[in-house]
């Protein structure tokens, strides 16, 4: 059974850093494609950014990129998602997914089960 388990969310001024890790356990992590998304509230779930597998491809939101770093450790079976000049509208829960299909049809085959991200003003 596939797993993920996400860590590095927390309180951070605008302006500021963090970056998220993503630990897949029970499969093996370096057949999958890895996505983070986030939910900020009262709203839906939105793409943030993914890698492919090699992690040779990358992609990103309007909304992030060139704030936000996607890169993947697959000896360690981590993702991560570096995220600097964080932004109050950043505010969101932040999850990981894995997807063992096409990168350009990412639905996340498993998710995560969040971790949160608040930047004050």
């Known amino acids: 059974q596939v797993q993920l388990v996400e860590s590095g969310g927390g309180l951070v001024q605008a302006g500021g850093s963090l970056r998220l890790s993503c630990v897949l356990s029970?499969?093996?992590?370096?057949?999958?494609?890895m996505g983070w998304f986030r939910q900020s509230t009262g709203k839906e779930r939105e793409f943030v950014s993914v890698?492919?597998?090699?992690?040779?491809?990358?992609y990103y939101s309007d909304s992030v990129r060139g704030r936000f770093t996607i890169s993947r450790d697959n000896a360690k079976n981590t993702v991560y998602l570096q995220m600097n000049s964080l932004k109050p509208e950043d505010t969101a829960v932040y999850y990981c997914?894995?997807?063992?299909?096409?990168?350009?049809?990412?639905?996340?085959?498993?998710w995560g089960q969040g971790t949160q991200v608040t930047v004050s003003s």
């Open positions: 997914a894995a997807d063992g299909g096409s990168i350009d049809a990412f639905r996340g085959d498993y």
């Open positions: 029970g499969g093996t992590f370096s057949v999958y494609n």
């Open positions: 890698i492919n597998w090699s992690g040779g491809a990358k």
